[in-house]
């Protein structure tokens, strides 16, 4: 079955970075997108950028523009999101998500940022 | 961006009960629009993609139409384990935005 299984809950400081990994299996992991979209508590759902299958082409947003970038590592089935210079209000629930549709989606990695 | 408005932001019902909610994008998305449901403490799951498909496993109870800016998602019946919240998302052009959800509570 289809899973993608992300890395444990991080707590950074302020001006640090954080990279979440997301293991996938299942299924042919150069086949699909992976994507990144983050929940801050409470709130609603952000889309944060994608990978294409080939891993050769990126999207983010803008917004996140030169702080995000986002890797994927075929030989591990393993995709990974970097964000530096992180501040408080980037303390949210970070998802990856598979393909166009975001058909099946990791637990979720909380990722806080506090002094 | 293109920006994606739900309403209603909540609303309650009781079992049983026929609900609707809408997405409007605020220029046109074709057929891209995805539909999610979301409990609480858990991650989404996929509902409805493009706009009117049905994602496997998911009961026929949920509908989705549209086209264009104007979409909805129907719940025929609604059955307890469908109180959640519930997410549009466009995938037509990036960034792919998500409406702000719909909260569906027990009257």
């Known amino acids: 079955q289809v899973q993608l299984v992300q890395s444990g809950a991080e707590v950074k400081k302020p001006g640090a970075s954080v990279k979440v990994s997301c293991k996938a299996s299942?299924?042919?992991?150069?086949?699909?997108?992976i994507n990144w979209v983050r929940q801050v508590s409470g709130q609603g759902l952000e889309w944060m950028g994608g990978?294409?299958?080939?891993?050769?082409?990126?999207g983010y947003a803008q917004r996140l523009q030169g702080r995000v970038t986002m890797t994927r590592n075929t030989s591990i089935t393993t995709a990974y999101m970097e964000l530096t210079s992180l501040r408080s209000e980037d303390t949210a629930v970070y998802y990856c998500?598979?393909?166009?549709?975001?058909?099946?989606w990791g637990q979720g990695t909380l990722v806080t940022v506090s002094s | 961006d293109i920006q994606m408005t739900q309403s209603p932001s909540s609303l309650s019902a009781s079992v049983g009960d026929r609900v609707t909610i809408t997405c409007r994008a605020s220029?046109?998305?074709?057929?891209?629009l995805n539909w999610y449901q979301q409990k609480s403490g858990q991650a989404p799951e996929l509902l409805i993609y493009?706009?009117?498909s049905l994602q496997s496993g998911v009961p026929s109870r949920f509908s989705g139409s549209g086209f264009g800016t104007g979409f909805t998602l129907t719940i025929s019946s609604l059955r307890p384990e469908d109180f959640a919240t519930y997410y549009c998302?466009?995938?037509?052009?990036?960034?792919?935005?998500f409406g702000q959800g719909t909260k569906v509570e027990i009257k």
């Open positions: 998500t598979r393909g166009f549709r975001s058909d099946y």
């Open positions: 299942g299924y042919t992991f150069t086949s699909y997108d």
């Open positions: 990978m294409n299958p080939n891993g050769d082409s990126t």
């Open positions: 220029q046109s998305v074709s057929k891209y």
């Open positions: 493009a706009a009117s």
């Open positions: 998302q466009q995938n037509s052009i990036p960034p792919y935005t």
